[in-house]
Structures are given as C-alpha cells and as structure tokens.
C-alpha cells in the first residue's frame, strides 16, 4: 500500500468522524424525537462506511461481514423506533 | 499469483475515499444546518447512495487489483442500502407527519406565495397519519 492511499484512508476516516460528530450533535440537541431517529440512522450508515474503509486499510475480507451486519441492524432499528413513533407499539 | 498493486488503482481508489468522505461531511452539515425536519429528512440520503456508491466502487477496485480474480461481494452492501434506506425514510416520514399533525400543526404547509389561509371547515384528522399498510 502506498503511503498517500494509506493518507487518503486516514483523511477519509477523520471527515467520516467528523461527519459523526456533527450529526451525534443533532443527536443530542434534535428537537424532536424522528430528528434523533433520523441522525441514528445516518450515524449507522456511517459507522458501515468506515467499516468497508477499513476493509482497504487492513487489506481484509472479515469487515465485510460486519458491514453487512451493521447495515442490516441498521435497518431493523431505525425501522423498530419508526413504527414506536408512528403506532407507540413496535409489534403489533 | 500475486500481481503487484497498480498504482493507478490506488490512485482511483484514494480519490473515490476522500470523494466519499466530503459527501459524507456535506450530508451531516445538511443534517446539523437545515431548518425543518422535512428538509433535514434529505440529508443522509446523500450518504446512503452517492457515498456508499464511491466507497463500494473504490473497494471492488481495490480487492480486484489484487490477482485474484473480481470481488464483487461489496455489492451486496449497496443492494441492502437501496433497498432499506428508502424504506427507513418512508416511515419515518409518515412518522413526523403523523405526530406533528396530532400536535396540531397544519401539514403539509401552503405553498410559498400563498397567503396562509386557515384549513377548511374540517381540521386535519389525526389519524390520517396511519395509513401504514
């Protein structure tokens, strides 16, 4: 790996925790409850991309398993904390 | 067989990274700066299609440069994207505008240009958000 690849990954980490911080700042503050839901959910696909990012950082295969998992409880929580908002109930 | 790595790969793969890394940084900033929540809604989509498209393009670069043959399992990733991300958006519409209904606001708003002009005789019920399936 070359060493400016190796400098684009490492830039590409610190705007993705940027990214993070400044929408866990919405988190916190959001005024209403979907404004919270919906930084969770972007703060999870997120933390995906950097999982696949560090895939190409360790040069290994294994994080895309957890991408894909990341990206699949992703789903089902955003879409359990919707339904309480929309029906006050997750299963009906 | 273990080719050596391309740099011209690298290179794609560095700029389609730090390519994905500002668009990720713009939809927080959309996320953090704009002013309603139905505005706010369109943000991270920016980083659930054009980012996840750069860094899926960048890794399928990357693990096929290495002599091996084509890696094409990180497409999986953007299948499960465009198929739950539309869905999470959905519902989560339907959410804010059901509760922001019930706190009595008036949705969705007139449009620009238009004097604000109360809402006919019947109120907007609020159950009308909860036409879910």
């Given at each position: 790996?070359?060493?400016?690849?190796?400098?684009?990954?490492?830039?590409?980490?610190?705007l993705y925790?940027g990214a993070?911080?400044v929408?866990?700042?919405?988190?916190?503050?959001?005024?209403?409850?979907?404004?919270?839901?919906?930084?969770?959910?972007?703060?999870?696909?997120?933390?995906?991309?950097?999982?696949?990012?560090?895939?190409?950082?360790?040069?290994?295969?294994?994080?895309?398993?957890?991408?894909?998992?990341?990206?699949?409880?992703?789903?089902?929580?955003?879409?359990?904390?919707?339904?309480?908002?929309?029906?006050?109930?997750?299963?009906? | 067989?273990?080719?050596?790595?391309?740099?011209?790969?690298?290179?794609?793969?560095?700029?389609?990274?730090?390519?994905?890394g500002g668009v990720v940084l713009v939809a927080a900033l959309?996320?953090?700066?704009?002013?309603?929540?139905?505005?706010?809604?369109?943000?991270?989509?920016?980083?659930?299609?054009?980012?996840?498209?750069?860094?899926?393009?960048?890794?399928?670069?990357?693990?096929?440069?290495?002599?091996?043959?084509?890696?094409?399992?990180?497409?999986?990733?953007?299948?499960?994207?465009?198929?739950?991300?539309?869905?999470?958006?959905?519902?989560?519409?339907?959410?804010?505008?059901?509760?922001?209904?019930?706190?009595?606001?008036?949705?969705?708003?007139?449009?620009?240009?238009?004097?604000?002009?109360?809402?006919?005789?019947?109120?907007?019920?609020?159950?009308?958000?909860?036409?879910?399936?």
């Amino acid at each position: 790996m070359s060493p400016w690849l190796s400098w684009a990954i490492t830039a590409t980490l610190v705007l993705y925790f940027g990214a993070m911080g400044v929408a866990a700042w919405r988190l916190f503050r959001g005024p209403a409850a979907q404004d919270r839901v919906l930084a969770l959910d972007f703060i999870y696909v997120v933390g995906m991309l950097a999982m696949l990012v560090l895939a190409i950082r360790y040069d290994s295969e294994m994080y895309f398993e957890g991408a894909l998992l990341m990206a699949l409880f992703g789903f089902v929580s955003s879409m359990a904390l919707a339904k309480f908002l929309l029906r006050g109930e997750v299963i009906e | 067989m273990n080719l050596p790595p391309l740099p011209l790969a690298e290179g794609i793969v560095a700029l389609l990274l730090l390519f994905s890394g500002g668009v990720v940084l713009v939809a927080a900033l959309g996320l953090a700066r704009l002013r309603d929540f139905f505005l706010r809604m369109h943000a991270p989509a920016l980083a659930s299609t054009l980012a996840a498209w750069a860094v899926t393009l960048a890794s399928v670069l990357h693990f096929s440069s290495r002599g091996e043959g084509l890696a094409l399992h990180v497409w999986l990733i953007i299948i499960v994207l465009s198929i739950t991300a539309p869905v999470t958006t959905l519902v989560l519409a339907r959410a804010a505008l059901f509760r922001r209904r019930q706190a009595g606001e008036v949705l969705p708003p007139p449009l620009l240009g238009h004097r604000a002009t109360p809402p006919p005789s019947s109120a907007p019920s609020p159950t009308s958000g909860r036409g879910l399936g």
